[in-house]
């Protein structure tokens, strides 16, 4: 398996593994400072919470690829191969847009900041960029979904419908 597949398929998931170890070490760090010690750090509270924020966004585009995002499905078990093709094309195309504005006006709102973190005392540009870079991530999932979808349906084959919680 090539690199640039090995990425594709794990990207999303070996950087929400390093996000939410990031996250737990700290915090237990944390919680036995403040619990034994009697002493909390500014910067501990400031890495568990923009892990937590990079977390998110990160996981928004790992939904977007798994097509794991909450959706009401009982439209689905009524149409065909095709019409269930057609409503994830119309979705994704909906939600390219949406992600494209919303790419854009993060991106330049992530840049304005001027000011420095409390405790880490970094540029907290880095950290509000957790936002551009989690919709830039949707919109390249997004777009390899429609390229699959478009395949799928001129093809004929059965449309990727992601994992089930429910059945």
């Given at each position: 398996m090539g690199i640039l597949k090995?990425?594709?398929k794990n990207i999303e998931r070996w950087a929400l593994l390093v996000f939410y170890t990031m996250l737990v070490i700290t915090m237990v760090v944390e919680v036995f400072r403040?619990?034994?010690?009697?002493?909390?750090?500014?910067w501990g509270e400031?890495?568990?919470r923009f892990s937590f924020?990079?977390?998110?966004?990160?996981?928004?585009?790992?939904?977007?690829?798994?097509?794991?995002?909450?959706?009401?499905?009982v439209l689905f078990h009524y149409l065909s191969n095709r019409g269930?093709?057609?409503?994830?094309?119309?979705?994704?195309?909906?939600?390219?847009?949406?992600?494209i504005f919303a790419f854009y006006y993060?991106?330049?709102f992530s840049w304005e900041s001027t000011s420095v973190t409390d405790g880490l005392r970094l540029d907290k540009s880095w950290f509000s960029m957790a936002v551009p870079i989690g919709f830039a991530l949707m919109l390249f999932r997004l777009l390899q979904s429609l390229y699959n979808d478009f395949g799928d349906l001129f093809a004929g084959r059965e449309v990727y419908q992601g994992e089930k919680m429910f059945d």
């Open positions: 090995l990425l594709d403040r619990e034994i010690f009697a002493y909390s750090s500014i400031e890495i568990v924020i990079y977390l998110v966004w990160i996981g928004a585009s790992a939904a977007v690829k798994d097509r794991a995002h909450i959706r009401i499905d269930k093709i057609i409503l994830y094309i119309f979705g994704d195309l909906i939600m390219l847009v949406v992600a993060s991106f330049e």
